[in-house]
Every structure is written in C-alpha cells, then in structure tokens.
C-alpha cells in the first residue's frame, strides 16, 4: 500500500530555514505528481506546492512563492520541500501527498506527517 513518511521538521526562529523530506513507497513514485500540503492549528488542510512527475514544473500558493523550494528524486523516491525565510504563519504540521494539486484529495494518500514550529 502507498506508504509516505515525512521527516525533517523542527523549531526555527523566524528567517531560518528548514529542508524536509518524504520516502515513498508502495506505488509507482515516478508516475505521480507529488505535493505538500499543511495543516495549521485550528485549521484545515493547505495546498502548499506541487511538482510533476519529471520534476520540470512546479507550482506555489502564493503564501510560500519565493520563498520554499520543492524538488524530487524518482531514483530514490524522495519529495523534498526547502523552506527560506520562515514566517511564524509557515507554523504547522508539514504533509506529503499522492497527486498534483488537484488530485492530492481525491487520492487521499498523505503520510503522518511533520511538525513545523516558527518562533523565536
């Protein structure tokens, strides 16, 4: 079954950066586009960026453009998010997720997730 773990999160002061990752298995990674998305406290699930399957297009909400980077690696299975200039709203619980930004939901497939605390 498709099995996404996450991992990298952490408590940085605002500015900094953090580098997360997911490990995929269970599915053909290469064949799907990939996002992540997050949760704020109190709040629901947010698109954040995706990437298509060849890694050559990626897209932003607007919150985190120019400052997070996504990226992947088929041989390894690997969906990265590189996170710059942190804001304290950037705090949440950090997924990865089966489908582009219009499929992610519908496939339903996201791992457990990564914490992600912004504050000095």
């Known amino acids: 079954q498709v099995q996404l773990v996450e991992s990298g999160g952490g408590l940085v002061q605002p500015g900094g950066s953090l580098r997360l990752s997911c490990a995929a298995s269970?599915?053909?990674?290469?064949?799907?586009?990939m996002s992540w998305v997050r949760q704020a406290p109190g709040k629901g699930l947010e698109w954040v960026s995706d990437?298509?399957?060849?890694?050559?297009?990626?897209y932003y909400a607007d919150s985190v453009k120019g400052r997070f980077s996504i990226s992947r690696d088929n041989a390894k299975n690997t969906l990265n998010l590189q996170m710059n200039t942190l804001k304290p709203e950037d705090t949440a619980v950090y997924y990865c997720?089966?489908?582009?930004?219009?499929?992610?939901?519908?496939?339903?497939?996201w791992g457990q997730g990564t914490q992600v605390t912004v504050s000095s």
């Open positions: 997720a089966k489908g582009g930004r219009v499929t992610w939901k519908a496939f339903g497939s």
């Open positions: 269970g599915f053909t990674f290469s064949s799907y586009a």
């Open positions: 990437i298509s399957t060849d890694g050559g297009s990626a």
